[in-house]
């Protein structure tokens, strides 16, 4: 491999945030199926707000990333929207625990190398919706509750939305 006039080496074109992670795996036939760190990764993933391990729950359209402890979620870029039908089997943890670990808003991305923080979003749909986004990878983390709510439109919605509080 020769190097750049900068003296960089060419990143494979599935290396789009730099962790040299392989393209993600896809296709299960029984649709979801959750599985330990995946051993390709040169390192493993870690939860952003409690530090625990994170499982790869693999789904035909896409994966995501669960937390062993809270039970937060990570999804890579656009993989949130693709998995919107599977909220319920995805999202299996307490939205009280939930609540708590989403007064954490300062973390860093889970994926990118470098420990980039994250920027401190809220749904525009849904305003009580916060969650937190890597403007590197594009990945999204969702603390348990939160995506399960961001699927699912509902008149109580509405509600929940008159009284968030405004995000700071």
Known sequence: MVAS????FPRPAWN???CNDPPRWRGSSTGLESRQP?????????????HSAMELVAAQQANVHRCTQC??????????ET?????????IGDPAQGEQYN???????PACVGNRD????????????????CKGCYG?????GEYQDFAEIEFADLIKDWNAPERI
Request: net charge neutral; glycine share 4%; hydrophobic share 35%.
């Open 38 to 50: 995946a051993t390709t990764r040169t390192r493993p993933m870690q939860c952003p707000k409690c």
């Open 83 to 91: 998995l919107k039908d599977h909220a319920a089997e995805l999202d």
């Open 103 to 109: 007064k954490i808003d300062r973390i860093k991305c």
């Open 16 to 18: 789009h945030c730099g």
């Open 71 to 80: 039970k937060g979620l990570w999804f890579e870029m656009v993989d949130h």
């Open 118 to 133: 994250l920027i401190r979003m809220v749904d525009p749909l849904q305003p009580h919706i916060w969650f937190e986004s």
């Open 140 to 144: 999204r983390f969702y603390d348990a």
């Open 5 to 8: 006039p900068d003296g960089c």
